[in-house]
């Protein structure tokens, strides 16, 4: 057995004339124990018919209906069973419903007396607000139907509900028919259940109070509801996408999610997030997500990859300025978007409006172009910051026709999302440190194996030389006078070598390891000069030098430098002039003023030469041509490393110049310029450089 036909349907069927209305549960609840308070305070016996949507409502009422029950011999109580709820004939009449029929997602209450008659015959709307899992919601539950004191309307209702019972209920035949008969038929009561009542009794102002009181407290409760899950939402959603975000330490991945999380959450026509600083003259946009269009709709242009200008974008300066999210709600109209002066701006803002008078204009035209091109209508702006340092910026677009005010939930969503945006790409951007801080230990790991390794090779190969020598002369008695002379005369140059070789590496140490302490001072440039030749001078003979010019104006400012690591740096690159150019070749030492605040330095030779792709290489430490074992000019192969740590020093460059080989070298270096020599000077000496050949 089952019936699908709903009352409230057949009833409105048949009196077409008959509004519905929206009940809140709550209100149904109060209605329903009004009518039957009714009836507990009346001597009537009337026809009671009682939908209840399930046995456990039923349940709840269970007592009621119990005392109800001793007033009137027809009372039906229907209900969807549950755990024992059946079909009965005990205190009063119980059917219980097939939970698919219809009338099982339906609220009937009927009672027709001698001087009352009314009915309440609704049914549930399901709507997605009202979710029926949360309990604290149960109340906010809507139904949608009738409400009356009218007896036709509420005769009809009992007429339909009794057809339902007797269809139930078949052995209740007699029972109904009498109940028909002695309520429903024309003979029974007239439609007296208004008039009847004197006006001081007339319950219905009085009810339609009731219910207008009782709902209005209903829709109150279901807004704080309301308000209530909307902030759960968002912090649900905050949670959520900062969870997402927090989960990546890939700036990318981190902006992807944020923003087709941001997007869809908030259901803007366009969200875009970029990164930016606030002195970029533009960026590009990396990041959008565009709300999905409908059928027939015009889908929206995409932004992603585009040139967004920022030096030349009003909104983009004023974030910036502010350090606050901007908003425009009409792109057409708005004065910062079209250069004219708004009236309602503080007087400051309004002059500087007059005072940059074209240049806002022009400086807005980019914006206009975007805005056109990609269909804004409103736009919100929110920056991305970390401890007042802009990172970037999330905007949201409203592309229909009419313009969009973001709400305030809105607003502290999206300027939430930004800041956890924010703290994840600066950890992303710590990790990213991180990891490169690693790979450059790693690096330096490495060379310092790769140094261990040569300096072992490069020491060892003086030790055994030294080794071998002595060994031959304390094994060998009968050797030679000449021959002794000659083993022990490579014993003590490798001695030396190994000496020096140890002193250099040292120095390259100190200095890399940034221990030197510099004391930097004005300096005369050619007293610098004339030292390291002293230096030259000493070691090696005048026969062996090639002729030396200084080329080096008389007026020259002074410098500003270390003057010990100066001359050391001057007496290197002079020495490697002289060892690798014929005594019959040229060395010069010139300086090159160009205005800055440098001095370039410049020892020339017209020896060996360098090949071309050498000429880096030759700033690596243990760096030899010829390499090592066959070097026939003696050195370490670390002076030009030690004078690229003493440039680098005082700031300076250092570098190499050559034709390649045999045709000659030029090294040059730069030192910061101390101040010039008083005017007066310069004046008398016209300028000219000082020519000096020295040999
Ligand atoms: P060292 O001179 O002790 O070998 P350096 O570091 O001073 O070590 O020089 C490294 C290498 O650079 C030299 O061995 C040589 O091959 C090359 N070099 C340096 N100066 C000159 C120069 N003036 N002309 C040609 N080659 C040079």
Known sequence: MNITTSVLASLLQAMPQLRQQVYFKSSLTALSHAMEDQVLAGSDQPLIIANFQRERFYRQEAHRYRRIAKRTSQLYVLAAPETDFKNSSEVHETVALAPEDDLSQEWHLVVIGQHYANCLICRERLTPVADSTNSEMDTSRRFEGIWTFERNVSKKAAELLLNCIEVYRPELAAKIAEAKSRYLGDSALADTSISFLPESLNPDPFVHRLVTYLQAGQYKLLKAYRSISAQEQKERLVNSITAAIRRSLNPNEILEVAVQELGQAIGSCRCVIYCCKATDAATTISHEFLKPTEQGEVKLAPTQGQSWPLQDNGLFQEVVQHQEPVYVENTQDDPR???????????????????????RNSRTTPLKNLIQQFSIRS???????????????????????????????????????????????????????????????????????????????????????????????????????????????????????????????????????????????????????????????????????????????????????????????????????????????????????????????????????????????????????????????????????????????????IWADSAGKDQGSQFHFTVPISSRPPETKRATDGGQPSKREIK
């Not at 079209?338 to 701006?345: A, E, F, I, L």
């Not at 490697?576 to 090159?592: H, L, S, Y």
């Open 337 to 359: 978007l079209n250069g004219r002066k708004d009236s309602r701006q503080p007087q400051a803002e309004r002059r500087t409006a007059k005072s940059k008078g074209n240049a």
């Open 379 to 653: 736009v919100l702006m929110v920056p991305m910051l970390y401890q007042g340092q802009l990172l970037g910026m999330v905007e949201l677009h409203h592309c229909g026709e009419q313009p969009y005010r973001w709400k305030e939930d809105e607003l502290a969503l999206v300027e939430a999302i930004a800041t956890q945006v924010g703290v994840a790409l600066i950890q992303a951007q710590a990790y990213a440190n991180l990891e490169d801080l690693n790979q450059q230990l790693e690096a330096l790991d490495r060379t310092r194996s790769n140094l261990v390794a040569i300096t072992g090779h490069e020491l060892r190969t003086p030790l055994s030389t030294i080794q071998v020598c002595l060994e031959s002369l304390a094994s060998e008695p009968d050797m030679s006078p000449e021959l002794r002379q000659i083993m022990l005369n490579t014993a003590l140059t490798d001695a030396e070598r190994m000496r020096k070789l140890i002193q250099d590496f040292l120095t390259l140490s100190r200095l890399e390891s940034g221990r030197v302490q510099w004391h930097p001072e004005p300096l005369s440039l050619q007293e610098c000069v004339e030292l390291a030749l002293s230096h030259i001078r000493a070691r090696r003979s005048e026969s062996e030098l090639p002729q030396i010019t200084i080329q080096v104006p008389e007026d020259l400012p002074l410098v500003r430098a270390d003057g010990e690591w100066l001359v050391e740096a001057l007496a290197k690159l002079l020495d490697n002039a002289c060892k690798f150019t014929t005594p019959q070749g040229q060395v010069m030492i010139r300086t090159q003023s160009n205005g800055s605040s440098m001095l370039e330095v410049t020892v020339a030779d017209t020896g060996r030469g360098i090949e071309p792709n050498r000429l880096e290489d030759v700033f690596d430490r243990f760096y030899q041509e010829e390499g090592a074992l066959r070097r026939t000019a003696g050195g370490t192969g670390l002076g030009l490393a030690i004078c690229r740590q003493i440039v680098k020093g005082w700031g300076g460059e």
